[in-house]
């Protein structure tokens, strides 16, 4: 490896944080809004417009979206924090469901905390 490219496990992160982090904490956040009871859509409910919000950032570029006016706080937003923020934010706010007793699907909540486990892993790796 030469000093200008970057190491597989970097690539592998920022592939992970920009496109697969926030598509799977929305599927997971619609299954409890589909399936939750009471108080506990309200934390997925939040989870899952912060994760819609950026996912819209990561592809508007694609889609030659930048001129919205959605789409500045929205950029600003995902990289609050290095692209860290954002992250952390939506999995807390998710991970609040975790005290409500009126969640179903428990599967739901496990499947999460092994995936922002994963996350914040990789992103040690990244750190060293």
């Given at each position: 490896?030469?000093?200008?490219?970057?190491?597989?496990?970097?690539?592998?992160?920022?592939?992970?944080?920009?496109?697969?982090?926030?598509?799977?904490?929305?599927?997971?956040?619609?299954?409890?809004?589909?399936?939750?009871?009471?108080?506990?859509?309200?934390?997925?409910?939040?989870?899952?417009?912060?994760?819609?919000?950026?996912?819209?950032?990561?592809?508007?570029?694609?889609?030659?979206?930048?001129?919205?006016?959605?789409?500045?706080?929205?950029?600003?937003?995902?990289?609050?924090?290095?692209?860290?923020?954002?992250?952390?934010?939506?999995?807390?706010?998710f991970a609040t469901s975790l005290l409500l007793p009126s969640r179903r699907w428990r599967w739901i909540d496990v499947l999460h905390v092994i995936g922002?486990?994963?996350?914040?892993?990789?992103?040690?790796?990244?750190?060293?």
């Open positions: 490896m030469t000093f200008f490219e970057p190491s597989p496990v970097l690539l592998a992160f920022i592939f992970v944080q920009r496109f697969v982090f926030f598509e799977v904490l929305a599927v997971l956040a619609l299954l409890r809004l589909a399936v939750g009871q009471g108080a506990a859509r309200i934390p997925a409910l939040l989870t899952l417009i912060l994760c819609l919000l950026a996912i819209f950032a990561a592809f508007a570029p694609a889609f030659n979206l930048q001129t919205l006016g959605a789409y500045p706080p929205a950029a600003r937003l995902l990289a609050l924090g290095g692209g860290m923020a954002l992250p952390l934010i939506t999995s807390g706010i922002f486990i994963t996350f914040l892993g990789l992103w040690a790796v990244t750190q060293v």
